[in-house]
């Protein structure tokens, strides 16, 4: 396993990052802590969650199977980067969502007992609250930092103004700032290029993608069909992306077989290969998807190739990754 500092940031994680929307939806606890103990044994350090994920089981219910996870020992914590998020409702009582200094200091309360544990490596805003202002944010996160309940911050959704606003109002309170964007991007979803991207450089923030195979159409999911082996719904973004890109993904699974890999770890050394990546979010059901997974650690794809990949899922704007304003002017 690779690492990476975070963002600009002392603190090393690995180039894969274990999410864990899954846990308590999808898979059980005892399957669960397989998963995280698989990682662990992989070199995967970095674990991300949020205090809305559970499904059916309620807002929560993932943060406290990873915290049933650290009190079985093991030194379970003290091996793992902890992220989990804060934004989403988690109940229908007003102060129960956002960004509010209450709710801030509600919900990382709430985490840290779920969580088993007395701080939080990594702590980010799920979405932007274009309702509550940046003074009460940070100062709410200073507090936080000060009383050692969360060491870093970062965001999640932003657009690369948000991105700038955040680091401009911390910048006037001296103080260290957002060092992680966690946003959508793939192959097939490439807007954060624009602005996100560029303003995540400059600023010094990893970014952390999340659905980085499209709700699985970047995982072979034409061949998964033809063997009858796909368990997706055909709804969403995965039926809209099948439409609109079937011709491009055929080819892209042509490509995948003749450079002899999976079209999922073809995706994931794709997003690996971006600058300023940090690691993409791997959701793994089973410790099998998760060992396989690890296979995109030593693909390496070289220029040809990703000008090919370029050519068959190309940026907004056009082929060549142009950032905003040339992705739409000169």
Known sequence: MDYVQLGRSGLKVSRLVLGTMNFGSRIDEHQSHAVMDRAIEQGINFIDTANSYGGE???????????SWFASGGRRREKT???????????????????????????VEASLRRLNTDYIDLF???HIDRATPWDEIWEAFDVLRQQGK???????????????????????RHFLGLVTEQSIYNLLTRWAELEVLPAARYYGLGVIPYSPLHGGVLSGVLR????????????????????????????????????????????????LAQKGVTGPIIGPRTVEHLDDAMGALDINLDQ???AKLDGLFPAPGGSGSKPAPEAYAW
């Open 57 to 67: 089981r309620g807002p929560g219910a993932t943060e406290s199977i990873i915290g």
């Open 224 to 271: 998964k069909q033809r063997e009858g082996t796909t368990v997706r719904s055909g709804q969403g973004i995965w039926a809209a992306a099948l439409a609109d890109q079937h011709a491009a993904i055929e080819e892209y699974e042509r490509l995948c077989d003749e450079l002899g890999h999976s079209p999922a770890n073809v995706a994931l050394a794709w997003l």
């Open 304 to 306: 040809d190739i990703l």
């Open 150 to 172: 969360v060491l870093y911050f970062g965001s999640s959704n932003f657009a690369g103004w948000h991105i700038a606003q955040a680091q401009e109002a911390a910048r006037s």
């Open 81 to 107: 980067v902890l992220a989990t998020k804060a934004y989403q409702a988690t109940g229908d009582w007003p102060n129960e969502s956002g960004l509010s200094a209450l709710h801030i200091r509600r919900a």
């Open 124 to 126: 980010q805003m799920h």
